[in-house]
């Protein structure tokens, strides 16, 4: 379904029905690649528990290419189409770069966020320094220094320019090195390479909520992959040490993308944690 929300033409689904149940908004990573079908397909089973919303975010996916493309209007767009589906407050589950939404949106709006999960990301940009150094010293990656530190900087001259350099990092984000899976996957892609640049060039410069994080009092659940080569794990550790009492899960043997990797074992720990059975440390060591 679309839906215009401040001015851009959203595509957004809602699985489930409200009925006095808690409603999870599911908010994608990769600004200018990501879109929603991963986590409706992981996720949706969940419909007779939680009401669910699953959204492509403006300039990504089947939305609308409307700038700005910034973290205040993705907070906004987020909450605008919270109050047009007449939802108090939500849950919020936000990977990678979602992550970094859903922490600005609960920072934003505490008395409209009931709960937060933040998988595979972190409180601010270092971590993509380490994850150049980690695709160079990788032989899964065919990308040149150039091309990578291009990529990261926010500078993609094209869409076909976004797909060949995002498609020389791919194997890196899977623990099995599946190429025809993976072609699969980079043909499925909406390209929009200036929301990429937008969010890598402009908005990462200044990403940093350290500081802020300790404000936050809703339940939190930070997950993470020790073999995450995009956001190592300590970043995401250094999240759930700044949120008070919050929740951390580690999976040992997986990395960015252990949400599809393993997700009938992340699908019960959410489930777990929403439900209260879930708190303090854990890590997740299965194969």
Not at 47 to 69: N, T
Not at 133 to 143: G, Q, Y
Not at 180 to 188: G, I, M, P, S, V
Request: charged letters at 25%; proline letters at 3%; glycine letters at 6%.
């Amino acid at each position: 379904m679309f839906i215009e929300i401040n001015g851009c033409k959203l595509y957004y689904e809602v699985h489930g029905q409200s009925d006095e149940k808690d409603t999870i908004f599911f908010i994608h990573g990769g600004p200018g690649l990501g879109d929603c079908r991963g986590d409706v397909t992981t996720f949706k089973h969940l419909e007779s528990m939680y009401q669910l919303v699953f959204l492509d975010m403006r300039g990504s996916g089947r939305s609308a290419d409307v700038p700005p493309y910034t973290h205040e209007q993705w907070v906004k767009d987020i909450d605008g189409l919270r109050d047009r589906l007449g939802i108090d407050s939500i849950i919020l589950h936000g990977s990678s770069y979602g992550g970094f939404i859903v922490q600005e949106y609960v920072l934003k709006y505490p008395e409209r966020t009931k709960a937060i999960i933040l998988n595979v990301t972190a409180p601010d940009n270092q971590h993509h320094f380490e994850a150049i150094d980690n695709a160079l010293k990788s032989e899964k990656s065919t990308i040149c220094k150039e091309d990578l530190k291009r990529l990261f900087a926010g500078k993609v001259q094209s869409n076909h320019d976004f797909r060949t350099l995002y498609g020389a990092i791919l194997p890196l984000y899977t623990m099995k090195n599946d190429i025809e899976a993976q072609q699969e996957k980079l043909n499925q892609i909406y390209f929009h390479y200036q929301t990429h640049n937008d969010a890598f060039h402009k908005n990462l410069e200044t990403f940093d909520l350290k500081d802020k994080l300790n404000e936050i009092r809703v339940p939190t659940l930070v997950v993470a992959g020790k073999k995450d080569w995009i956001v190592p794990s300590k970043y995401a550790r250094s999240i759930a040490n700044l949120i008070h009492h919050s929740t951390y899960v580690e999976f040992e043997n997986y990395g960015h993308s252990l949400v599809r990797e393993v997700p009938d074992v992340y699908s019960d720990l959410l489930q777990k944690f929403l439900m209260g059975n879930l708190t303090g440390n854990l890590v997740v060591d299965i194969n």
